[in-house]
């Protein structure tokens, strides 16, 4: 079993200092620092150690890097000190495992003397719909789960509420700061008050009964490597209303669904498609019924094996191509047939 190198450091700090020297380049330099000072494996180690979190310095001499995705690299996002780790552990790396399609291929593209030893390794659905569970479908609740960092978008998807009297929004995840506080204050608004709710954290079981009640899923994200809400969605077989970026456009392609797509910093686009999305609910649901089959197929313990190929890929030397995932192979053949 390859050793694993933790990340928690960087939370801690975040909480604890104020919020314009938490997000400054000097405080990100310093995170650095401490996180390689404090990293448990010697440079010279020869364990194969994963480093499931892209932005923490891979100092193992034979590290497997998960690389979540390359938004710091975008203009609307960039983040220079996040930028020198990726890039840094992209170099060092024994091999890279990018989990969803639009990451793997933008990695491929900016980082292309790393194709030879880059993976795709898709993850199951997190959350996804239990043998047992009913549904009682309120027609007019709509769900959105995810934390309220910025590039989540709620703020977009309260706005389109505004033009969607009738219809009731549930927002559960972490509450993120300084935008949670932004979106309950607007939620407790006139038009709002008795409609939109961010309840926080929700446990596994009330989460469940929000997907069993939910008429649809509606994802305003501006960017993600993959949205859990789509697969949960999907896993639900509920229609799903979301931002038209080209990572929901490759996740949707991926799992063979449908989805109704808005222009993501319009309200006016995502109230619109969320009245055609229900006006025709029963084919998009069709549509994540069908996905959500083939998602069924990953399980954790497929992804613990196709890991586990990489390891012993890197542990052997690096000899012949780096291992692939067959699901991805079969799911990008599922796609071009389509």
Same mark, same amino acid.
């Given at each position: 079993?390859?050793?694993?190198?933790?990340?928690?450091?960087? =939370?801690?700090? #975040?909480?604890?200092?104020?919020?314009?020297?938490?997000?400054?380049?000097? +405080?990100?330099?310093?995170?650095?620092?401490?996180?390689?000072?404090?990293?448990?494996?010697? !440079?010279?180690?020869? !364990?194969? !150690?994963?480093?499931?979190?892209?932005?923490v310095p891979a100092r193992a001499h034979r590290s497997v890097v998960t690389l $979540?995705?390359? #938004?710091?690299?975008?203009?609307?996002?960039?983040?220079?000190?996040?930028?020198?780790?990726?890039?840094?552990?992209?170099?060092?790396? *024994? *091999?890279?495992?990018?989990?969803?399609?639009?990451?793997?291929?933008?990695?491929?593209?900016?980082?292309?003397?790393?194709?030879?030893?880059?993976?795709?390794?898709?993850?199951?659905?997190?959350?996804?719909?239990?043998?047992?569970?009913?549904?009682?479908?309120?027609?007019?609740?709509?769900?959105?789960?995810? &934390?309220? @960092?910025? $590039?989540?978008?709620?703020?977009?998807?309260?706005?389109?509420?505004?033009?969607?009297?009738? /219809?009731r929004l549930v927002c559960p995840g972490p509450l993120a700061e300084p935008y949670?506080?932004?979106?309950?204050?607007?939620?407790?608004?006139?038009?709002?008050? =008795?409609?939109?709710?961010?309840?926080?954290?929700?446990?596994?079981?009330?989460?469940?009964?929000?997907?069993?009640?939910?008429?649809?899923?509606?994802?305003?994200?501006?960017?993600?490597?993959a949205s859990g809400a789509v697969f949960e969605a999907f896993s639900w077989g509920?229609?799903?209303?979301?931002?038209?970026?080209?990572?929901?456009?490759?996740?949707?392609? /991926?799992?063979?669904?449908?989805?109704?797509?808005?222009?993501?910093?319009?309200?006016?686009?995502?109230?619109?498609?969320?009245?055609?999305?229900?006006?025709?609910?029963?084919?998009?649901?069709?549509? &994540?019924?069908?996905?959500?089959?083939?998602?069924?197929?990953?399980?954790? &313990?497929?992804?613990?094996? %196709?890991?586990? @190929?990489?390891?012993?890929?890197?542990? %052997? =030397?690096?000899?012949?191509?780096?291992?692939?995932?067959?699901? +991805? *192979?079969?799911?990008?053949?599922?796609?071009?047939?389509?």
């Amino acid at each position: 079993m390859p050793a694993i190198a933790h990340h928690g450091l960087g =939370g801690q700090l #975040r909480r604890a200092l104020p919020a314009p020297v938490a997000s400054s380049r000097l +405080a990100r330099r310093t995170l650095t620092a401490l996180r390689s000072h404090f990293n448990p494996v010697a !440079t010279d180690d020869s !364990t194969v !150690t994963l480093y499931p979190f892209h932005q923490v310095p891979a100092r193992a001499h034979r590290s497997v890097v998960t690389l $979540h995705d390359l #938004r710091p690299f975008l203009r609307e996002f960039r983040a220079p000190a996040y930028m020198e780790v990726i890039r840094s552990n992209i170099a060092r790396a *024994a *091999a890279l495992v990018v989990s969803w399609p639009h990451p793997y291929e933008q990695t491929l593209q900016m980082f292309p003397e790393a194709r030879a030893k880059t993976a795709l390794i898709p993850l199951p659905a997190f959350h996804g719909r239990p043998a047992h569970a009913e549904t009682q479908t309120d027609p007019r609740l709509l769900l959105y789960p995810s &934390s309220t @960092a910025a $590039h989540k978008n709620h703020r977009t998807l309260l706005d389109a509420m505004s033009l969607l009297p009738e /219809f009731r929004l549930v927002c559960p995840g972490p509450l993120a700061e300084p935008y949670a506080s932004v979106l309950l204050a607007r939620a407790a608004q006139d038009d709002m008050r =008795g409609r939109v709710t961010f309840p926080g954290f929700v446990p596994t079981d009330d989460l469940e009964q929000l997907f069993a009640r939910a008429a649809a899923v509606v994802v305003p994200s501006m960017w993600e490597a993959a949205s859990g809400a789509v697969f949960e969605a999907f896993s639900w077989g509920l229609p799903v209303a979301c931002a038209d970026v080209a990572p929901l456009r490759a996740q949707v392609a /991926f799992a063979g669904g449908d989805a109704c797509f808005f222009e993501p910093t319009n309200p006016e686009s995502v109230a619109a498609a969320v009245r055609r999305l229900l006006a025709d609910r029963g084919r998009y649901a069709a549509a &994540s019924r069908q996905a959500g089959r083939r998602l069924s197929t990953r399980t954790w &313990s497929d992804t613990a094996r %196709d890991y586990a @190929a990489v390891f012993g890929w890197v542990a %052997d =030397g690096c000899r012949g191509p780096v291992p692939q995932s067959s699901f +991805a *192979a079969q799911a990008a053949g599922r796609g071009r047939a389509s």
